[in-house]
Nanobody, 121 residues
Framework: EVQLQASGGGLVQAGGSLRLSCAAS????????IGWFRQAPGKEREGVSC????????YYLDSVKGRFAISSDNAKNTVYLQMNSLKPEDTAVYYC??????????????WGQGTLVTVSS
């Protein structure tokens, strides 16, 4: 059974940091890219960052470049999203997913449950 377990969300003040984790199981980890997506109330889901687990390539949404960093621990089948200098507009439910490299949700086959990130001003 494919599982993607996202964790690490919470409430943080603007300027603070959080680290999200995505633990994967049930598929060959390095056959897939892992992406982080977010969805704020009333908005569409958007891709935030992705990583190619086989080669370590990364890609970021422009608005998070320089603030967020994605990494992968292939030995643990886990991808992390380090989020620094958080802004209120980063508030959303964050999801991880496994699929093809890129930030388009349609390219991802497997999705985890979300973890809520709330950034207070």
């Amino acid at each position: 059974e494919v599982q993607l377990q996202a964790s690490g969300g919470g409430l943080v003040q603007a300027g603070g940091s959080l680290r999200l984790s995505c633990a994967a199981s049930g598929f060959t980890f390095d056959d897939y890219a892992i992406g982080w997506f977010r969805q704020a109330p009333g908005k569409e889901r958007e891709g935030v960052s992705c990583i190619g687990t086989s080669d370590g390539s990364t890609y970021y949404l422009d608005s998070v470049k320089g603030r967020f960093a994605i990494s992968s621990d292939n030995a643990k089948n886990t991808v992390y999203l380090q989020m620094n200098s958080l802004k209120p507009e980063d508030t959303a439910v964050y999801y991880c997913a496994a699929g093809s490299y890129g930030l388009g949700p349609e390219a991802y086959d497997y999705w985890g449950q979300g973890t809520l990130v709330t950034v207070s001003s």
